[in-house]
């Protein structure tokens, strides 16, 4: 019988893949600065803007995680 995954190496697994999955695609983007393309320095910064804001939100969501387990309180 086939042992079953643990939430930690799923975690690892799905992990690994999206997140190369990710760099791939925000490599892709690079391509748009290649002299094939004109871009405003506004839109530039617009693209960078929403980029690190979807990192920012997806860290807070990591950091509430840790912060509800460090506050929790037992007697």
């Keep these: 019988m086939a042992e079953a995954e643990s939430k930690h190496d799923k975690f690892k697994r799905l992990a690994t893949q999206r997140v190369t999955n990710a760099i791939k ?4 983007l690079g391509n748009l600065s290649g002299s ?11 693209i960078f803007k929403a980029l ?10 990591f950091s509430k995680t840790e912060r509800v387990n460090k506050s929790k309180f037992e007697l």
């Design 36 to 46: 094939g393309y004109e871009s405003t320095p506004e839109e530039v910064e617009k």
């Design 52 to 61: 690190q804001d979807t990192l920012d939100g997806v860290k807070e969501k």
């Design 25 to 28: 695609k925000i490599e892709l």
